[in-house]
């Protein structure tokens, strides 16, 4: 059984639900899984691999997904590490892939993260903070964008890879 640490970082819920998706699929292939907010990371040595996601908020990941990333570099260098990022909304948003912001690509080369993926977000009016994106919300780009069987086959795929490369 390995040790998998997957973090995430949002506003309004929705990468938060896909990093619960993600650990059940996880779980599913025997690992042991923990779930958390990247802003109550402290840690992350006990885990073989890490999985860390973050809310896309015009075009710049949340600083507490950042941060964990700044702090915890040198460990996660010595671990397997996935990132994803999610907010693209309207149609075509599952067909997009979405560049890392720049300081999060320099992070990650220096972590040697595998490629990052995009998942479509979510963006329901309801509960769409700030003007901008309640302005958004009212328009097009306004629903629930996730591609659940391509998030749950990319989990499946990282728990093959875990349980593959750490057991050797």
């Known amino acids: 059984m390995t040790?998998?640490?997957?973090?995430?970082?949002g506003k309004n819920g929705g990468t938060r639900?896909?990093?619960?998706?993600?650990?059940?699929?996880?779980r599913a292939l025997g690992h042991h899984v923990d779930t958390r907010d990247a802003a109550d990371v402290a840690d992350v040595t006990p885990y073989s691999a890490v999985v860390v996601g973050s809310a896309l908020y015009y075009s710049r990941w949340?600083?507490?997904a950042v941060r964990l990333l700044q702090l915890h570099a040198d460990a996660l260098l010595e671990r397997h590490?996935?990132?994803?990022?999610s907010g693209p909304c309207g149609p075509g948003a599952g067909l997009a892939h979405v560049s890392l912001p720049a300081n999060v690509a320099?992070?990650?080369a220096?972590?040697?993260?595998?490629r990052t993926t995009t998942f479509g977000g979510r963006l329901d009016p309801a509960t769409a903070h700030g003007l901008l994106a309640r302005l958004m919300a009212r328009g097009p780009r306004a629903g629930d964008f996730r591609d659940w069987d391509l998030i749950r086959k990319w989990a499946r795929d990282i728990g093959r890879r875990v349980t593959t490369e750490v057991s050797l």
């Open 81 to 85: 590490v996935w990132l994803f990022h």
């Open 62 to 64: 949340r600083p507490s």
């Open 17 to 26: 639900e896909i990093a619960e998706v993600i650990s059940e699929e996880l």
């Open 110 to 114: 220096r972590i040697d993260a595998e």
């Open 3 to 9: 040790a998998v640490l997957v973090a995430h970082a």
């Open 106 to 108: 320099l992070l990650a």
